[in-house]
């Protein structure tokens, strides 16, 4: 049997390489159900490759009519989610950024569909709501980012209490060798030259500042269920080795593979089964020498915010995601400079923090709140 997927963010980056995936392996993957945001003729475009009974745009264009076919189409955030409830999916690739991911994860745990997250948002803001719903309907939760996937990959057959640290690799991004007052203000251009992979413009940013890194650490907390002073965060500049876990007989077992999101993605959607995922196969004898070194906080001070996001709890983590995501649009849009990113993040959790959280309605809340707070630092500094 094939199985059936949903890809909820297809026409971006994750999305077009998981459909990639499934070119290479047409006997494996059935795509049944596809949604995108507002790139109408791209999803057309899917649409009439992979035939889909489901198509949604959740912010089509104005007047747009779809091509007559066989598709049901769907409009708004109401027809994304319901994608979820679908009896023709098995699995969902949740792939769209920000906040729309969580929604569709907790609606697909709660039809105990598969879930494929590629979403960092959904874990950093209510990693807790949703690894508990998680549990209650015996859904996992395979993670896509190439970290967290080689992480899963370590930790198969091992005993958790056997585990002495999980070690989440970074690159460093562009500015690993620059100097602390450089990197302060260091322009879009500069931030969006990351070495090693090719990725969105939102998430170039968090790299070059190493905030990426601070919100996979909370996700690697979540989903492993590992304390946040048993992960650490190695610099390898290669972006060879993806991650490795340090157990306590001094083993260290990591994964390696070049950089290419196709590898993640693939083994995500096959069940750890290895398929051609149509990448460059890593040669021993061929790649560069790999080196590692510490993650230095005083130059990347976002990565700090992961350790104090997860000792304080509450609704810490959500605050520092919407705080962070106004920041980054404002740094992308020239209204501020790269270093008043994580100044911004730092000032709206210092004056939103609560440290009770409940239900999906208060993190939404609390990143309303975040988010409005945090565009009221930036415009006074825009003026």
Request: proline share 4%; glycine share 6%.
């Amino acid at each position: 049997m094939k199985k059936r997927l949903a890809i909820i963010g297809s026409t971006g980056s994750i999305g077009t390489q998981a459909l990639e995936v499934v070119r290479l392996n047409p006997d494996e993957f059935e795509v049944t159900a596809l949604a995108a945001l507002k790139n109408a003729d791209a999803l057309e475009k899917q649409v009439r490759e992979f035939n889909p009974s489901v198509a949604v745009l959740k912010d089509p264009p104005k007047d747009f009519v779809p091509e007559k076919s066989h598709v049901q189409w769907g409009f708004g955030s109401k027809a994304r989610d319901e994608i979820c409830e679908l009896e023709c999916v098995d699995s969902v690739l949740v792939c769209v950024v920000g906040m729309d991911g969580l929604s569709c994860v907790i609606n697909a745990i709660k039809h105990r569909k598969q879930v494929l997250l590629a979403n960092k948002e959904t874990l950093m803001t209510g990693g807790d709501i949703v690894m508990s719903l998680a549990k209650e309907y015996s859904v996992e939760i395979i993670p896509v980012d190439s970290e967290h996937t080689a992480i899963y990959q370590c930790l198969k057959g091992e005993r958790k209490y056997d585990v002495e640290k999980l070690l989440l690799t970074a690159s460093g991004g562009p500015f690993r060798t620059w100097k602390k007052e450089d990197i302060y203000n260091a322009t879009l251009k500069d931030a969006l030259k990351h070495p090693n992979w090719s990725m969105g413009q939102k998430i170039t940013v968090d790299s070059a500042g190493m905030m990426n890194k601070c919100i996979e650490v909370v996700e690697a907390h979540h989903l492993f269920d590992m304390p946040a002073d048993k992960i650490q965060v190695v610099v390898h500049p290669q972006s060879i080795l993806h991650s490795a876990v340090e157990f306590k007989d001094g083993s260290v077992i990591g994964h390696m593979s070049v950089p290419d999101m196709r590898n993640p993605i693939l083994y995500a959607m096959a069940d750890g089964k290895r398929l051609n995922s149509g990448i460059k196969k890593l040669s021993l004898f061929d790649m560069p020498q790999l080196t590692f070194e510490p993650c230095d906080t005083d130059k990347f001070p976002c990565m700090l915010l992961a350790y104090e996001g997860l000792k304080l709890g509450g609704n810490a983590c959500a605050v520092i995601n919407a705080a962070n995501e106004q920041a980054v649009d404002a740094f992308i849009k020239g209204k501020i400079v790269f270093g008043k990113i994580y100044e911004t993040i730092n000032s709206t959790l210092e004056h939103l923090y609560v440290p009770g959280r409940k239900n999906y309605d208060e993190v939404m809340f609390y990143d309303h709140s975040a988010r409005e707070f945090a565009s009221s630092i930036i415009d006074q500094e825009y003026k």
